[in-house]
Structures are given as structure tokens and as C-alpha cells.
């Protein structure tokens, strides 16, 4: 055993009574305590190693273990005033529970109301009950704050002005907003999985675990649904690689440098099951939807032992697949990155430069052409296009990478 192991292993023989004792007494909760306790004890078997064992583990796990009972306090405070903003948007308090036993979920059920455009029904839920700010929704729209506001703005009052009312859903009317409560929770797990903000750190764990959470759930309610399980799998697949995707140092790990042994084995197999289970029944006759497609993709990535042994041909057949569903321009971007794989850096760029007008504000095409660029020599255009990556990203591990690749430039 390391030495970190053991030490951490001390600390939780020794330490684990005093420190969720002493959270129970500060916070009157015993769940709060003993949750707050384990995550102290995890940031220590990841951080330990790196930064080196405290000269008080004590002390470092109770520090932490208060940090992360107070964050969760406040969660639980923002999401009862998302509740009651939700009640007051839709002028009246909400019928009984209906179909759904959890809060949360019933709440973006109800949210997701049909009467609303998708786009429109999407970003006022992620505004009132997923957490994400107006420019963290802007962000994951491509679009300008102000525009954001007034989109949201705009909903709000055609939900008072057509009187629609915060009715709790029936297990009839799941499927005719699921489609919308999906895209919901897909949003949030991206803003978990590569946080937007300024600022921001790598990764937000609690928006991925919440959304994650919330999609079993669905799963539950509608084990036939193929998107739901596509969905599933995609965020599983995409949370097995959060080990291996930040480095020490708080740098972003691109796929092909990241440890693979790190992943999560138990997260790839069950999403590797979801995946088969949907290609079983697209061989019966039902068409794959847009996420059973990305999570065919992340399959296909996690089931290389080295980057080296992707199938980059079988990526790109599921992307055409994906384009003809969502000929969205980030789809294309991330068509034209399996594109380079297969047919070189160069037909790639060609298509990466027409989706100039449709994507300058967003960072990741602009660090998509810069690798692209600098793998054809032209390291001057690379450093331009890494700048303008840099200016946009947000995410502080996304920067502190995109810095590292352009002072590799010659």
C-alpha cells in the first residue's frame, strides 16, 4: 500500500467519527454530515498524491468536509427558490405529485411544457430548476446573453398570458415532454462535464452527478424509450473518463493523452449494455435518435485500449448518421476532427472554415482549427487561432491546455 493510501486510510480510522460528529453538531443533519465526510475522504485519495499529505489531515478533512456540507446547504436553498419561482411563474402552486415522486424532476417535467416552443421550454427550465445561469444557457446555445434574457424573458410571459398552468404531469403526458426534459439535462450535464464560466474550474461533479441521477429516473418512468437510454449511456461513458480528464495541476487532459487505465470500468460496461440494447433494437426496425448516436460514438472511443486502436472510419459513418438528424454546425465540427483522422489534417480544415460565421464565438472551433493548423506547419495561423481559443474558453483547465498547445508551436 502507498504511503498516501495509508495515510488516508489513518485518517479514516481516526478521523471519521470526530469529523461527521462534529458536522452533526453544526449542521443538525446526520446525512448531510456523513455525505460531506465521504466526499472530504475522496478529494483526499485524489489530491493527496499530487499535493502531498497536510501536516493535519485532521484538520484538511474537517476543513473540506465543512466546505462541502455548506455547498450542499446552499444547493438545497436555490433549489427550493427555483421551486417557488417555477409556482410563481405559472401564477398558482402545483397540483398534487402525480406520475413523478421526486421533486426535482417533476418540477423540469412541468416545466417542459409543450405549449412552449422547444427552445424557449428548454432554456427557461434550465433557468428556473437546473441551476445554469443566463450565460451559462447562452453559452450552451451560442448565442448573446442579452438574447438569452429576453428568450426567457419572452416565455415567462407567454406562460401568463396563455394562463398555462403548473399543472404536474400524468404518465400520459411523459411522452410528449420528455424529448424536452432530455434536452434539459443534457445541457446540464455538458455545463458539469466542462464548466463555461469565468473562471470556472474543470469540471462542476455535483451538476453531472444531479443529471445523471435525474436520468435513471426517467429511465425508470420509461424503460422503452430509446433516447432516454441513448442518453444514459452517453452521460456514463462520458463520466468514466472524468478521472483521467484533469490533470494534478488542474489541467484539461485531451482523449489522446489520457490514462485509460483510469477510467471506470463498471460506467463503460453498463453504457456499453444501454448501447448494445439500442443497436439490438435499431436492428428490429427502430431508428437510432440523436443521443443513442452520440453514445454509439463515446462506445466506440471507450472501447479502444489505446488511441491508436480507435475506429475512426466507424466514428465517422455515426457522425454522418448524426448529421442527417442535427445538421447542427457543432455536429459538423465534430464530424471534421474524425474527418482528419481518415483523410488528413487538410480536407478537415476545409470543412472546419466553413463553419466560420456559424461558430466564431465559440472557442472550441477556434482550438479545433488551431490543432488542425499546426498539424499542416502553419504555426502561425495555429498561435492566432489558439489566441482567439484562449479569449473565448471560459473553463480555467480548458485554458491552462490550450496555453501549454500553442507554446508547443515552433
Not at 148 to 170: F, L, V
Not at 192 to 200: E, F, I
Amino acid at each position: 500500500m502507498s504511503d498516501v493510501a495509508e495515510a488516508v486510510t489513518r485518517a479514516h480510522h481516526d478521523e471519521w467519527a470526530r469529523v461527521v460528529a462534529a458536522l452533526t453538531r453544526r449542521f443538525g443533519d446526520l446525512d448531510i454530515a456523513e455525505e460531506a465526510a465521504a466526499e472530504a475522504f475522496a478529494t483526499a485519495v485524489e489530491r493527496w498524491p499530487a499535493d502531498g499529505v497536510p501536516p493535519n489531515p485532521g484538520a484538511w478533512l474537517t476543513t473540506t468536509a465543512n466546505r462541502r456540507a455548506i455547498d450542499r446547504l446552499r444547493r438545497e436553498s436555490k433549489r427550493d427558490d427555483k421551486h417557488r419561482e417555477a409556482q410563481m411563474t405559472y401564477g398558482h402552486p402545483p397540483e398534487p405529485a402525480g406520475a413523478i415522486d421526486d421533486d426535482r424532476l417533476r418540477l423540469i417535467f412541468t416545466c417542459c411544457h409543450p405549449a412552449l416552443a422547444m427552445e424557449a421550454r428548454v432554456a427557461l427550465t434550465l433557468r428556473m430548476v437546473g441551476g445554469l445561469t443566463v450565460p451559462e444557457i447562452a453559452r450552451a446555445f451560442l448565442v448573446r446573453g442579452t438574447a438569452m434574457e429576453q428568450r426567457i424573458t419572452r416565455a415567462k410571459a407567454k406562460i401568463k398570458a396563455a394562463r398555462i398552468p403548473c399543472r404536474m404531469p400524468s404518465a400520459d403526458d411523459l411522452p410528449d415532454r420528455v424529448s424536452g426534459v432530455l434536452a434539459v439535462l443534457f445541457l446540464v450535464f455538458n455545463e458539469g462535464y466542462l464548466a463555461s464560466g469565468p473562471g470556472a474550474g474543470p469540471v462542476r461533479h455535483d451538476l453531472t452527478t444531479e443529471a445523471i441521477r435525474l436520468t435513471r429516473l426517467i429511465r425508470a418512468l420509461l424503460p422503452q424509450d430509446g433516447e432516454v437510454a441513448g442518453l444514459l449511456a452517453l452521460m456514463l461513458l462520458t463520466e468514466a473518463r472524468r478521472a483521467a480528464r484533469v490533470s494534478a495541476d488542474g489541467e484539461l487532459v485531451a482523449l489522446d493523452e489520457q490514462d485509460r487505465g483510469a477510467w471506470d470500468a463498471e460506467l463503460i460496461a453498463e453504457g456499453h449494455r444501454l448501447v448494445r440494447e439500442r443497436l439490438a433494437a435499431a436492428a428490429a426496425g427502430a431508428a437510432p435518435g440523436r443521443y443513442q448516436i452520440l453514445a454509439a460514438i463515446n462506445a466506440v472511443h471507450t472501447s479502444a485500449r489505446d488511441i491508436r486502436d480507435t475506429d475512426w472510419s466507424q466514428i465517422l459513418a455515426l457522425y454522418d448518421q448524426l448529421v442527417r438528424l442535427d445538421p447542427s454546425p457543432i455536429i459538423a465540427l465534430n464530424r471534421a476532427v474524425a474527418v482528419a483522422e481518415l483523410d488528413g489534417p487538410e480536407v478537415a480544415l476545409a470543412i472546419v472554415d466553413r463553419l466560420a460565421e456559424a461558430l466564431a464565438g465559440y472557442h472550441a472551433y477556434h482550438a479545433t482549427r488551431a490543432d488542425l493548423l499546426r498539424r499542416l506547419g502553419r504555426s502561425r495561423q495555429s498561435r492566432a487561432a489558439y489566441d482567439r481559443a484562449i479569449e473565448l474558453a471560459g473553463n480555467t483547465g480548458e485554458t491552462a491546455y490550450l496555453t501549454r498547445r500553442r507554446a508547443q508551436l515552433r
